[in-house]
């Protein structure tokens, strides 16, 4: 039995993509050093990949930034307004990545959107009426040479070609199924040369699939299909599918000219269903998705059999595949220096993963599998319970009633008790929380962490840098302030850390979008709160200041789906547990005399199902009531605000609305507004403030800029429910970027305020 994964982590152990980019950013290294770099992360990868005996090992997975922007460069799928500018082929992909402003010009950048249901976040192809698609890049050529100059003949993975045309925006006239003739002689091409370089096997990456698909649908992916699969050159095909199962194009998919078809057995509920009641294709290989590739829990070999064992009824030829990219999990365990090794022994990271497909074929080429030492070990580990519940919180969540998720008085009496207290302008302007984190700022907080710096002389920098904040908000004349949260590394890891039952990293980072990396905290037990913690800073910030300063908290379905999440007991029982504690700050905040409170639910829909038929009972009915309960005990005059940013929030924005905030803002700008036509349609109750401009670009916005943005929103949103922010926090931007922009920010509410008042 052979052995693949479908891609690898690409930031480098130690994130050294990142700090490499950061450099070329600011003009500290040049393109040749950058691209040295990436080879030697891609060298990395490859060596492990072979060490671990990986039979099918990919390349073209690495990036510097998206792979679907990659794909749109290969495709010749970039905006003029890129492409005029007038740089190097290099500096061009990273306008359309991250903006651009400067001496050539002044673009934003392409929309950002969440990958299906992770937290990872690609870039939005833009396609218009004169787009040409068709094969200019060399990107997966180069790494597929660069790979067997080092005696490895790799498989290319490339983002399909139906799933590519699914992700376009299309901006004129024309649609997808425009575009069939065109992307599929691409691809056509794409195969072609792949076959002259020597290539035997090419992956083609078809999330999509896994989607409710209309008969529309369907019939894209079929003519694509038929299209490309018509000469192959002698290559053979993968169809890479993940994060769910193909039900709605199973036989369709299965009928095309595929040598390997690749399903996921962990996220696919029906995946093992479909293959048992349709059997699998002869003479195709099935690449079978069954180590996870988005949790960091080794896995269990006994229910890895029970499906491998039930697949081989009814295929011939199977893989061990990952359930979908290990981009997804940090690189390695072998940078955990602190965790305990009973700890650790739970663990398997990207190059443990490799490790356990390594293992499993062997316990499968075993005439008896359960008795190789390997399945024994892994059986041992899985036997009985890691840690003890909490008897108090389980009690609690048990005993929940339909009443504690409903706050009083209704929503129109307390805009109007708000209103009355709060007294603030039209379009009041706010930022969404954090401010810059400084080189200064994190050095800070390092040394506290390695005892170079006592509480005292910690706490008094933190106030410091608390007071410098609110001082350069008052002069820029926010209205609504914040602390700037200085104290804390990470919207999910601070609160980890700061509640029970959780385990925290030191080098588990996973790349989110472009250089920016997270390092997931581990949901080890029951989590309850020992204590506050944010009462002494929000307190603090507001004692400087007579403007109301937000105390700022992360929600209870954000911390969960941030996080890498226990298998033992449901999604819904951890959110539930986590919403108790974030209650009980939320509570002792407004104790504290904090008159605003914003919870941000920033991944609200990031595990929403990708089936609409799967989303009320497997996730909607238990996370609005989790960002429910959090705020129900709270006064009427009492502000509650949240954040999300960068899904697509049409499809559930009823649901956001029944969350029950009073202020939710919302990311906006990247997707050129969109959100403002989905608010009207649907009588949005909430007051709203759709980001006035993108945080995740270098660039400055104008102050027409922004008054241009307020127009539009002023066309569908009543103006007293209207509110001016950015679109993210500040903590990733500079000082300098910062000041100018929210001063424009504020002087364009200002100028739009007096022409409507």
């Not at 499968?364 to 399945?375: L, W």
């Not at 609690?396 to 009443?403: D, P, Q, R, W």
Request: proline fraction near 4%.
């Amino acid at each position: 039995m052979k052995t693949s994964i479908i891609g690898y982590p690409r930031i480098g152990e130690l994130r050294e993509l990142k700090f490499a980019s950061e450099k070329y950013f600011r003009g500290e290294i040049g393109a040749e050093d950058l691209e040295k770099t990436a080879k030697a992360i891609r060298s990395r990868n490859l060596e492990l990949q072979v060490k671990a005996g990986l039979d099918f090992i990919p390349s073209n997975d690495f990036s510097f930034y998206d792979g679907v922007l990659d794909t749109a460069f290969l495709l010749g799928a970039v905006p003029e307004r890129y492409t005029a500018l007038g740089l190097s082929e290099l500096d061009t992909y990273f306008a359309a990545a991250r903006g651009y402003q400067g001496e050539k010009g002044d673009v934003k950048a392409l929309a950002m959107k969440k990958w299906y249901n992770t937290n990872y976040h690609y870039m939005v192809p833009e396609i218009d009426d004169s787009t040409e698609l068709k094969l200019v890049g060399t990107k997966p050529f180069e790494l597929f040479s660069e790979a067997l100059a080092e005696g490895v003949r790799t498989k290319p993975v490339i983002i399909g070609a139906y799933t590519f045309l699914k992700l376009a925006r299309y901006t004129g006239k024309r649609t997808a199924e425009d575009f069939i003739d065109a992307a599929a002689g691409a691809y056509i091409d794409l195969l072609k040369k792949l076959a002259q370089l020597g290539a035997e096997w090419v992956q083609f990456d078809e999330p999509s699939l896994v989607k409710d698909l209309t008969d529309e649908d369907i019939s894209l992916f079929v003519s694509l299909y038929k299209k490309i699969l018509t000469d192959k050159h002698g290559v053979k095909v993968i169809a890479q599918t993940y994060f769910g199962d193909v039900r709605d194009c199973y036989k369709e998919l299965c009928s095309l000219d595929f040598d390997g078809i690749g399903l996921d057995f962990i996220d696919g509920k029906k995946s093992l269903e479909l293959v048992k009641a349709n059997d699998f294709p002869k003479g195709k290989v099935l690449f079978a998705g069954v180590v996870n590739g988005k949790n960091i829990w080794r896995n269990n070999y006994r229910l890895t059999a029970d499906i491998i064992n039930e697949l081989k009824n009814n295929a011939d030829d199977i893989v061990l595949n990952t359930s979908c990219s290990l981009l997804h999990v940090p690189c390695t365990l072998s940078n955990e220096t602190k965790l305990p090794e009973s700890v650790r022994k739970h663990f398997a990271y990207a190059e443990e993963k490799l490790s356990e497909l390594a293992e499993l074929r062997k316990i499968f080429e075993a005439d008896d599998p359960a008795s190789t030492e390997g399945f024994k070990r892994n059986a041992e580990l899985h036997s009985g319970r890691r840690t003890e519940r909490n008897a108090a919180v389980q009690t609690k969540v048990a005993s929940l009633t339909e009443k504690d998720f409903v706050r009083l008085p209704a929503f129109a009496e307390r805009e109007r008790i708000q209103k009355e207290r709060f007294k603030l302008p039209l379009f009041p302007t706010t930022t969404i929380g954090s401010f810059p984190q400084t080189a200064e700022v994190k050095a800070n907080r390092s040394a506290f962490r390695k005892g170079e710096l006592s509480e005292a002389e910690y706490e008094r920098f933190t106030e410091q840098k608390i007071a410098e904040c609110i001082a350069l908000q008052e002069e820029i004349g926010l209205d609504v302030l914040v602390h700037g949260e200085f104290e804390r590394n990470d919207m999910v890891e601070y609160f980890g850390e700061c509640l029970d039952g959780f385990i925290f990293t030191e080098k588990a980072w996973v790349q989110s979008y472009g250089t920016r990396c997270v390092k997931p905290p581990v949901i080890w037990g029951d989590i309850s709160r020992a204590k506050p913690m944010t009462v002494r800073w929000s307190s603090y910030a507001q004692s400087l200041t007579d403007k109301p300063v937000k105390g700022m908290l992360t929600g209870p379905v954000t911390i969960l789906n941030w996080s890498f999440p226990r298998e033992d007991i449901s999604l819904k029982e951890s959110a539930f547990q986590i919403a108790l504690a974030i209650r009980e700050e939320v509570l002792d905040l407004e104790a504290n005399g904090i008159k605003i409170i914003q919870v941000d639910e920033a991944a609200l829909r990031e595990k929403l199902p990708l089936r609409k038929s799967d989303w009320r009972e497997d996730y909607l009915d238990w996370a609005i009531p989790a960002f429910r309960y959090v705020h129900s005990g709270v006064r009427p005059e009492t502000q509650i605000h949240t954040h999300m940013c960068y899904s697509e929030f049409a499809d559930i924005i009823r649901d956001i609305d029944a969350m029950d905030a009073d202020v939710i803002t919302f990311e906006a700008s990247r997707s050129d507004l969109t959100i403002l036509d989905v608010l009207k349609e649907n009588n949005f109750r909430t007051e709203v403030g759709p980001g006035v401009y993108d945080i995740h670009s270098p660039r400055v916005p104008s102050r027409e800029e922004i008054k241009t943005a307020l127009s539009r929103m002023l066309g569908r949103i009543e103006k007293n429910k209207l509110w001016v922010n950015p679109d993210c926090g500040l903590k990733t931007r500079g000082i300098e970027e910062t000041v100018p922009s929210l001063k424009n920010l504020v002087g364009a509410a200002k100028e739009v305020r007096n022409e409507n008042s």
